[in-house]
């Protein structure tokens, strides 16, 4: 059996989980986790770099160890590159492991496997309107132009994304999600681990960097504290791939203070640390305003509930038992919708098939997010709504879905399946802090910009650190793609630097 068979199998395996714990050649409890998502996972097997091994100098050294980090490291390494991971976190994976939903791509074979007709410049146009024309076109040009070979070179390491569906915002199905419709985020840490791991690429967690070192303008290097020391770590290029501030919320609400007092969906250490470091090599920024709230929170535990789930057909319904929107527009849209019903909440309703569609619900039920009702009518009364209410609002939406003409709020989109398969469910849901589209300015190749519009000589960044990619409003999925494409991209630029 070949490499990606396995890799396919063990990533497989591990879908569920949304991150793993583990140390040096050992395994980690969950009472050591830092997040929820660890906490219900529980331990499993990941093995990290024991510090003593860490030398005194690489050609890359990446910070940080989500999607975006991780496809940096995998790139370079193939590039030829002696490259090293440092992870402030005690695990690694970053917001990437939280992340429920999939990755966008145009042109792709799975797409055309399955009939679905896209194309690059569709991608690009909706992807621009979304952002309220304000996305550097430059940067999401080359995301959606690489976006069909980012599909083609997971799917090369095992990690196949062939279940497509739709995402607010696109009129075409260019979501793509793993095979089983598990989340996106563990399956994708899980198989980039993998191949870290085959490519023996040492992985330091619980390295914070504190520091970039430079010579004549040139980023040569890190400080990093690491087992109780700080050490001096050369580096010929370094990739910053450490994620938003999300988590930042003296920094949230520095830029946007009406986000006071919302709950975040980003993991703890989604605190700016790339964006601090960076300023001080006189980096700069762009658009650190545009901070996305994600509509489908479950606020008790600050959990987001995948747009997939809408995507497959779900809908949404107020304290009233009645639709009150389109499910499917543009996040900023329904987020503000939801926020102008007086009680400032709503419940996401689905049916016994789209559970079964979307297996991802079922981490959102061992968190006790999910209600259930054998009948409409017993799901109405469970979620306190007036039962004649529900039953009548999902009676028209049954009609809406078989005719495809949704003549209340206009959807036309995730409207393959109707609502009819009992039992009945619905989770409680209020927007919540998502997703920091601003950051560190950066240009096609992934260095990173200072204010004058010039190079960083040796530095670079991708993922969520960054901004310019999504403009005024991500369409979901495109993280996902940000984080692969332009991890690929920093760490083929970077490798070449090194030579």
């Given at each position: 059996m070949n490499k990606k068979f396995w890799f396919g199998l063990l990533a497989g395996l591990f879908a569920l989980f949304l991150v793993a714990c583990g140390s040096s050649?050992?395994?980690?409890?969950?009472?050591?986790?830092?997040?929820?998502?660890?906490?219900?996972?529980?331990?499993?097997?990941?093995?990290?770099?024991?510090?003593?091994?860490?030398?005194?100098?690489?050609?890359?050294?990446?910070?940080?160890?989500?999607?975006?980090?991780?496809?940096?490291?995998?790139?370079?390494?193939?590039?030829?590159?002696?490259?090293?991971?440092?992870?402030?976190?005690?695990?690694?994976?970053?917001?990437?492991?939280?992340?429920?939903?999939?990755?966008?791509?145009?042109?792709?074979?799975?797409?055309?496997?399955?009939?679905?007709?896209?194309?690059?410049?569709?991608?690009?146009?909706?992807?621009?309107?979304?952002?309220?024309?304000?996305?550097?076109?430059?940067?999401?040009?080359?995301?959606?132009?690489?976006?069909a070979d980012a599909i083609d070179w997971l799917d090369s390491m095992g990690i196949r994304l062939n279940k497509i569906t739709f995402s607010g915002g696109f009129s075409v199905a260019r979501i793509h999600r793993p095979e089983d419709g598990s989340a996106v985020g563990g399956y994708l840490v899980n198989g980039l681990y993998y191949n870290l791991k085959e490519r023996e690429v040492p992985i330091f967690v619980n390295a914070d960097v504190t520091d970039l070192t430079?010579?004549?303008?040139?980023?040569?290097?890190?400080?990093?504290?690491?087992?109780?020391?700080?050490?001096?770590?050369?580096?010929?290029?370094?990739?910053?791939?450490?994620g938003g501030f999300g988590s930042n919320m003296k920094m949230i609400t520095k830029f946007k203070p009406e986000l006071e007092g919302y709950v975040t969906t980003n993991h703890e250490g989604a605190t700016g640390d790339g964006i601090a470091l960076a300023e001080a090599e006189d980096a700069d920024t762009v658009q650190m305003d545009q901070i996305q709230i994600h509509p489908t929170v479950?606020?008790?535990t600050s959990y987001l509930v995948s747009e997939a789930v809408r995507g497959e057909g779900a809908i949404l319904v107020n304290s009233e038992g009645k639709r009150f929107y389109n499910e499917m527009e543009t996040r900023d849209n329904v987020s503000a919708a939801i926020n102008a019903l007086p009680e400032r909440s709503a419940y996401v309703v689905f049916d016994q098939a789209l559970r079964e569609r979307a297996t991802a619900i079922e981490q959102y039920?061992?968190?006790?997010?999910?209600?259930?009702?054998?009948?409409?009518?017993?799901?109405?009364?469970?979620?306190?709504?007036?039962?004649?209410?529900?039953?009548?609002?999902?009676?028209?939406?049954?009609?809406?879905?078989?005719?495809?003409?949704?003549?209340?709020?206009?959807?036309?989109?995730?409207?393959?399946?109707?609502?009819?398969?009992?039992?009945?469910?619905?989770?409680?849901?209020?927007?919540?802090?998502h997703h920091t589209m601003g950051g560190l300015k950066i240009n096609t190749k992934t260095e990173v910009l200072k204010k004058d519009g010039s190079v960083i000589p040796g530095l670079y960044a991708a993922g969520e650190v960054t901004g310019g990619v999504h403009g005024?409003?991500?369409?979901?999925?495109?993280?996902?793609?940000?984080i692969i494409i332009f991890g690929r991209q920093a760490g083929t630029q970077s490798a070449e630097y090194s030579k």
């Amino acid at each position: 059996m070949n490499k990606k068979f396995w890799f396919g199998l063990l990533a497989g395996l591990f879908a569920l989980f949304l991150v793993a714990c583990g140390s040096s050649k050992t395994t980690e409890e969950s009472k050591e986790a830092t997040t929820t998502e660890e906490v219900v996972s529980g331990a499993t097997e990941r093995e990290y770099t024991d510090p003593s091994e860490l030398k005194d100098s690489y050609d890359v050294v990446v910070v940080g160890s989500g999607g975006a980090g991780m496809a940096a490291a995998i790139s370079a390494k193939d590039a030829g590159a002696d490259v090293a991971i440092f992870e402030k976190m005690p695990v690694i994976g970053g917001n990437t492991s939280k992340s429920s939903g999939g990755m966008n791509a145009s042109e792709t074979k799975f797409q055309k496997e399955q009939s679905i007709e896209d194309s690059n410049d569709l991608f690009y146009e909706e992807t621009l309107k979304g952002g309220k024309g304000t996305n550097n076109p430059e940067l999401l040009r080359y995301m959606v132009d690489h976006s069909a070979d980012a599909i083609d070179w997971l799917d090369s390491m095992g990690i196949r994304l062939n279940k497509i569906t739709f995402s607010g915002g696109f009129s075409v199905a260019r979501i793509h999600r793993p095979e089983d419709g598990s989340a996106v985020g563990g399956y994708l840490v899980n198989g980039l681990y993998y191949n870290l791991k085959e490519r023996e690429v040492p992985i330091f967690v619980n390295a914070d960097v504190t520091d970039l070192t430079d010579k004549d303008g040139s980023v040569t290097g890190v400080k990093v504290k690491i087992g109780g020391k700080e050490k001096t770590i050369k580096a010929k290029s370094v990739v910053l791939a450490t994620g938003g501030f999300g988590s930042n919320m003296k920094m949230i609400t520095k830029f946007k203070p009406e986000l006071e007092g919302y709950v975040t969906t980003n993991h703890e250490g989604a605190t700016g640390d790339g964006i601090a470091l960076a300023e001080a090599e006189d980096a700069d920024t762009v658009q650190m305003d545009q901070i996305q709230i994600h509509p489908t929170v479950y606020q008790e535990t600050s959990y987001l509930v995948s747009e997939a789930v809408r995507g497959e057909g779900a809908i949404l319904v107020n304290s009233e038992g009645k639709r009150f929107y389109n499910e499917m527009e543009t996040r900023d849209n329904v987020s503000a919708a939801i926020n102008a019903l007086p009680e400032r909440s709503a419940y996401v309703v689905f049916d016994q098939a789209l559970r079964e569609r979307a297996t991802a619900i079922e981490q959102y039920d061992k968190l006790g997010m999910v209600v259930k009702g054998e009948t409409v009518a017993e799901l109405a009364k469970a979620i306190g709504v007036p039962e004649e209410n529900l039953v009548a609002t999902m009676e028209a939406w049954n009609k809406y879905a078989s005719e495809k003409n949704d003549t209340e709020f206009g959807r036309t989109t995730g409207m393959e399946h109707d609502l009819t398969k009992a039992p009945y469910y619905a989770i409680k849901i209020a927007p919540g802090i998502h997703h920091t589209m601003g950051g560190l300015k950066i240009n096609t190749k992934t260095e990173v910009l200072k204010k004058d519009g010039s190079v960083i000589p040796g530095l670079y960044a991708a993922g969520e650190v960054t901004g310019g990619v999504h403009g005024s409003n991500r369409i979901g999925g495109n993280a996902v793609a940000d984080i692969i494409i332009f991890g690929r991209q920093a760490g083929t630029q970077s490798a070449e630097y090194s030579k």
